[in-house]
């Protein structure tokens, strides 16, 4: 196999993306997710890890049944089960792969593995020949490839490709490689592989020293890979993997010098970006390249200025071009059910049903009441509230009352139901939130700890909607909670409950033995 200019796109939002503490992600939403994935025209979606749990097994399985034209993907370490859990998964998929994985660092393999390499090399080996009953389309990954010895990772890789591994993705798991260096470590292994033009070269970067994106352009330009791994936010394990916006844009913007082709509709990029976000609960930085807030706004008379007399003095690339809109309708309290049914489909959310749709509509209006112009973060905010309203939900919002002074102990009542019997109670605490999340623990007794607690005002000026993520931590368990409102006590209440119900959800991750 040669290695054409065309570069693959490989995402792994919900398998590396959801390895970032806080943002594990319910089926549902990572089918909303996997179906942005396939309109923004990524390559290869890595759905999960089949093996890790019952949820991420049926979430690979639901991703595989219904994305028709992206590669699904599952990760399985180099083992029978995980690989069989893996092909279970991806059965239903037109395209699918199987990403097998082992270290192969001497710090890896003796103190992780306590595997001899000859034993690392012998089960590589044969990890690919199983996978080879279920798929032909097989990746391995040297874990912690980037402090591997050069030596013995030629003769593993050699030896899979031997096999039938069709992709070789050498990855810098613990961020630690620079630029040069990585391109160079790539292009010498394809140099001195004799079988290395039989597959196509990955590179899977992390960005704990803020190199993800430039190892992973040094592995295209200088090591020759023709596939990058990333995820959307530059969510993942850790400071996060590669950014798929940052990558895709760099290289179409300086498509002068990378002269690569890309698949990707980057108009879905801005929509992807919102989605991650707002389901994760993981705010973008204002100043985050491409997708943040302010990648393209201006706000210097010199820059703005030069802006109005010619776009390019400031500007390499056009907001519409990513996704963000120039000019749009905008919603409000007088909006219809068109008005809104298209906005929803330029956000990329796709609702189930007409009954689905209705009901956000109910709440939209709603909400159109309190506030005068609804911004695309709060039909995410409230699309995400119905969705949620769909899932298992134990707990759930009825009403709340607060009370807070100067000089006097703030207290709430918060009306909520509990197994769908209805409890009103009563909590004081140092700050309205407090007393709040005293209240609702007053019946719950959930046990649950309040790790972090973020407030964002999800669109412009002070009648903005909240959107309170506040990430709950149990018997090893951490997921984030999210609610949005106005008033950014019940937002924080919505957000309280929510992370409750997914502690309480039975389809949230868990370490079963399988
Ligand atoms: C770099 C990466 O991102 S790798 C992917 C990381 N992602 C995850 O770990 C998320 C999913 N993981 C899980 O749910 C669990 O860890 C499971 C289900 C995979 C395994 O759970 P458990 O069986 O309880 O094992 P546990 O996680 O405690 O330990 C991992 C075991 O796998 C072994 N192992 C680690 N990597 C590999 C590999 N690539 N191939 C084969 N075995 C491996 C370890 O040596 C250890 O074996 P041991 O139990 O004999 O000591
Ligand atoms: C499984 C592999 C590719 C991985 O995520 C890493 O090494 O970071
Ligand atoms: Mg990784």
Known sequence: MTNSNRLIIFDTTLRDGEQ????????????????????????????????????????????????KDSTVCSLSRANERDIAR??????????????????????????KLRMEPEQVYEQARAAIRYARQH????????????????????????????????????????GYAVPEVFGETIRRLRERIPNSDKAIWSVHCHNDLGLA???????????????????????????????????????????DFFKLELGIDTTQIVAASKMVSQITGFAVQPNKAVVGANAFAHASGIHQDGMLKARETYEIMRAEDVGWAATKIVLGKLSGRNAFKQRLQELGIDL???????AAFARFKELADRKSEIFDEDIMALVSDEEHSHENEHYRFVSLAQRSETGSTPSAKVV????????????????????MVNAIEKKAASGA??????????????????????RLSRSGRIVNGVGSDPDIVVASAK????GLNKLYSKIEKVNPQL
Do not use: W
């Open 449 to 470: 700890e309040l790790v972090l607690f973020t407030i964002n005002a999800i669109s412009g000026g002070t009648q903005s909607q909240g959107e309170v993520t506040m």
């Open 495 to 498: 957000a309280y409950l929510s």
């Open 135 to 174: 798929t032909d389309d097989i990746e391995f990954s040297p874990e912690d490839g980037s402090r591997s010895e050069e030596d013995f990772l030629c003769r593993v890789l050699e030896g899979v490709i031997a096999e039938g591994a069709t992709t070789i993705n050498f990855p810098d798991t613990v």
């Open 20 to 67: 970032s503490p806080g943002a594990s992600m319910t089926r549902d939403e990572k089918v909303r997710i996997a179906r942005q994935l396939e309109r923004l025209r990524v390559d290869v979606i890595e759905a999960g890890f089949a093996a890790a749990s019952p949820g991420d097994f049926e979430a690979i399985r639901a991703i595989a049944s219904v994305i």
């Open 416 to 435: 909520f139901t509990m197994g769908g019997k209805q409890y009103s109670c009563e909590g004081e605490g140092d700050g309205p939130v407090d007393a």
């Open 213 to 255: 994106v430039a190892n992973s352009l040094a592995g295209v330009t200088i090591g020759g890979a023709r596939q990058i791994e990333c995820t959307i936010n530059g969510l993942g394990e850790r400071a996060g993997n590669t950014a798929l916006e940052e990558v895709v844009m760099a290289v179409r913007t300086r498509s």
């Open 86 to 111: 893996a092909a279970e998964a991806l059965l239903p998929a037109p395209r699918k792969r199987i990403h097998t994985f082992i270290a192969t660092s001497p710090l890896h393999m003796q103190m």
């Open 352 to 358: 189930a049903s007409e009954d689905d749709v209705n």
